[in-house]
């Protein structure tokens, strides 16, 4: 009996597996595909070298920036735009249609049942996420939960794919996943092998390593990227108001990335963000705390989240802003096998 579940359970993983591999084919157009439409094959390897690997992602880019690759002339760019345009459609589409495309969004769980009813189902790709909050809130515990959450099959609320994980804080254990895959009776080692792993030392770095991903992404099933701090390192690598247009605009783009990344490969951004002292908040804020990084990051994050403190092990968790959730709060514990829900 138990042996036929097993086999069971096997054939609907390997269904589940199939089933994502079709819709992966729907989802971006690879750049290839632009040699049967008469352009030459050295000018496609010229865009992969840039980091354009998928016909979505060519046409997330500006035709000045792409006059910017070495050995690509306007007029080369402009036949190549015609050509992807003929591949992919980026007009208009009617609402129902873009309701369709929305069921190709998939929601990941935090690991707790509370914390996902509060997102409507978890983390959910194709969306910035964003978690602000003090240092000890809880915002690198999720991001370590995800990492195990996100290589869970879809039919057991995961993503089915791997992990691509920047960090800037130096945070990242990955013997604190080893308990965690237990407890989601994952095998530790296969986890940590679906996990790819940068450090990032300066902005510039941060942002090549977001360049690089393109390539990796475009080959394998990637659900989750995780940015850990996004801004930790724009605060050290830009100082004082003089520098500060210039740090805002370097972090758009920054932020733009992410953006498309997440539209192109149909991922999951998680980022964590840092808090600053709001001295000028008033008298009657009780906690002049808000997220560093202005209007530029609060307006590139999709779901916006604030997590602070509880009693003990606890932790709250506060829709700051979403276009599809109501304000509410939850709370949930950090546990030794991760995010979990809180126990009174």
């Given at each position: 009996m138990l042996a036929t579940l097993k086999a069971e359970e096997q054939s609907q993983l390997q269904l589940v597996e199939r089933e994502d591999i079709d819709d992966e084919d729907d989802l971006f157009e690879a750049i290839d595909k632009?040699?049967?439409?008469?352009?030459?094959?050295?000018?496609?390897?010229?865009?992969?070298?840039?980091g354009i690997y998928t016909c979505n992602g060519l046409m997330m880019h500006t035709k000045k920036n792409l006059t910017g690759i070495k050995g690509l002339s306007e007029a080369k760019v402009d036949k190549i735009c015609e050509a992807a345009e003929k591949i992919v459609n980026f007009g208009y589409i009617t609402g129902s249609d873009a309701l369709l495309r929305r069921k190709s969004v998939i929601r990941i769980t935090t690991g707790s049942q509370a914390l996902d009813e509060l997102l409507g189902g978890g983390i959910e790709t194709l969306a910035i996420t964003e978690a602000f909050g003090e240092f000890r809130s809880?915002?690198?515990?999720l991001a370590h939960t995800l990492c195990v959450s996100t290589q869970l099959p879809t039919n057991m609320r995961g993503g089915n794919g791997k992990v691509a994980y920047i960090d800037t804080e130096?945070?990242?254990?990955?013997?604190?996943?080893?308990?965690?895959?237990?407890?989601?009776?994952?095998?530790?080692?296969?986890?940590?092998?679906?996990?790819?792993?940068?450090?990032a030392y300066t902005y510039e770095h941060q942002y090549n390593l977001l360049l690089g991903l393109a390539a990796k992404m475009s080959e394998e099933p990637f659900r989750l990227l995780i940015v850990d701090s996004v801004i930790a390192l724009f605060r050290v690598d830009f100082t004082g108001r003089g520098e500060l247009a210039e740090r805002q605009q370097k972090l758009a783009q920054m932020l733009s990335r992410l953006t498309k990344i997440a539209e192109e490969f149909n991922v999951a951004v998680y980022m964590t963000n840092q808090v600053i002292a709001d001295p000028g908040g008033g008298v009657f804020?009780?906690?002049?705390?808000?997220?560093?990084?202005?209007?530029?990051?609060?307006?590139?994050?999709?779901?916006?989240?604030?997590?602070?403190?509880?009693?003990?092990?606890?932790?709250?968790?506060?829709?700051?802003?979403?276009?599809?959730l109501p304000e509410a709060e939850a709370v949930f514990q950090i546990t030794p096998g991760g995010i979990a829900d809180a126990k009174d």
């Open positions: 632009l040699i049967a439409q008469g352009i030459n094959a050295g000018d496609v390897k010229k865009l992969q070298d840039a809880g915002k690198t515990q130096g945070t990242f254990r990955p013997d604190r996943i080893v308990p965690i895959a237990e407890r989601f009776g994952m095998d530790p080692g296969a986890v940590l092998d679906n996990i790819i792993y940068a450090r804020i009780s906690d002049p705390k808000k997220p560093a990084g202005g209007h530029v990051l609060a307006h590139a994050a999709t779901v916006r989240l604030m997590f602070r403190k509880g009693k003990g092990e606890q932790r709250v968790c506060k829709v700051f802003d979403a276009p599809n």
